[in-house]
Nanobody
Framework: QVQLVESGGGLVQAGDSLRLSCAASGLTFSGYSMAWFRQAPGKEREFVGGIGRSGSFTRYGDSVKGRFTISRDNAKNMAYLQMNSLEPEDTAVYYC?????????????????WGQGTQVTVSS
């Protein structure tokens, strides 16, 4: 019944910006920490950014810190990932995830709900 649906991916050039959206349903959205992960072919799933239940706490992976911003709108059951200064290394499938934990975790085990992913491709 729980659904997380990502959107906003696409093909962009290096240096461009893109905003991903995650629409959540079937859960009490404000009771879940949200996170974005990404996975490139042949690589492990990587933590990109996370945001606490109230939206007051955020954390980011080292590779995107300073370029990406995670946010949420609890009234709309939406989470977002604003991606600036995109690089070819950012090319991956981006996944939205939800966890009932109070604190944002950077590992996959606490996240029990996942979206299907949206492809982001950054050309040189």
């Amino acid at each position: 019944q729980v659904q997380l649906v990502e959107s906003g991916g696409g093909l962009v050039q290096a240096g461009d910006s893109l905003r991903l959206s995650c629409a959540a349903s079937g859960l009490t959205f404000s009771g879940y920490s949200m996170a974005w992960f990404r996975q490139a072919p042949g690589k492990e799933r990587e933590f990109v950014g996370g945001i606490g239940r109230s939206g007051s706490f955020t954390r980011y992976g080292d590779s995107v810190k300073g370029r990406f911003t995670i946010s949420r709108d609890n009234a709309k059951n939406m989470a977002y990932l604003q991606m600036n200064s995109l690089e070819p290394e950012d090319t991956a499938v981006y996944y939205c995830a939800a966890s009932p934990t109070t604190l944002v975790q950077t590992t996959t085990p606490p996240y029990g709900y996942w979206g299907q992913g949206t492809q982001v491709t950054v050309s040189s």
